[in-house]
T-cell receptor
């Protein structure tokens, strides 16, 4: 199993540009989520999904969209990039959602810089 | 939302036992408390989870009192490779269920 994969690893955007961060998992996990981690800070939840076709907002959803058309894929779209969105983005998956006892598996992260 | 509090940083020496405590309130009644480890430029990695009392695995122990308002991660005989950031993770008791991450404790192990 590849686990959780994210592309790209690095990205530089200009203010106002849009892009999609890709996330895929091959573990047949129901739950997938996107986090951002600013330098020296903890993780903040952006959006999450409890299964194909079902998504919901996390703590910091503004400026981001998600969709979940398949169990495997959970892309994150930046609609109009802003410097405040400069961060490292992590995708994670786990077997279940409503229970922190299920181990979350994290991807390697995408480092995004918005100039 | 549930709220968590962890020390920002801690120092220790190789071979010592290290205890990191996370305080948490309004956590989901039937949910586990989980701890993760993160190295620079990597995603977090699961360490251990527990519901009440004490849990031990091959790398750590977790102590949770009966009121579940805190949890303590114990790392026995730390080495330089244990230098990392450690996060507690809890479930929120509110109707809009979410998982709440602590801000992380940066642990530095010295030789």
């Amino acid at each position: 199993n590849a686990g959780v994969t994210q592309t790209p690893k690095f990205q530089v955007l200009k203010t106002g540009q849009s892009m999609t961060l890709q996330c895929a998992q091959d573990m047949n996990h129901e739950y997938m989520s996107w986090y951002r981690q600013d330098p020296g800070m903890g993780l903040r939840l952006i959006h999450y999904s409890v299964g194909a076709g079902i998504t919901d907002q996390g703590e910091v959803p503004n400026g981001y969209n998600v969709s979940r058309s398949t169990t495997e894929d959970f892309p994150l779209r930046l609609l109009s990039a802003a410097p405040s969105q400069t961060s490292v983005y992590f995708c994670a998956s786990s077997k279940r959602s409503r229970d922190s006892s299920y181990e979350q598996y994290f991807g390697p992260g995408t480092r995004l810089t918005v100039t | 939302l549930a709220k968590t509090t962890q020390p920002i940083s801690m120092d220790s020496y190789e071979g010592q036992e290290v205890n990191i405590t996370c305080s948490h309130n309004n956590i989901a009644t039937n949910d586990y408390i989980t701890w993760y480890q993160q190295f620079p430029s990597q995603g977090p990695r699961f360490i251990i989870q527990g519901y009440k009392t004490k849990v031990t695995n091959e790398v750590a122990s977790l102590f949770i009192p009966a009121d579940r308002k805190s949890s303590t991660l114990s790392l026995p005989r730390v080495s330089l490779s244990d230098t990392a950031v450690y996060y507690c993770l809890v479930g929120d008791r509110g109707s809009n269920y979410q998982l709440i991450w602590g801000a992380g404790t940066k642990l530095i192990i010295k030789p």
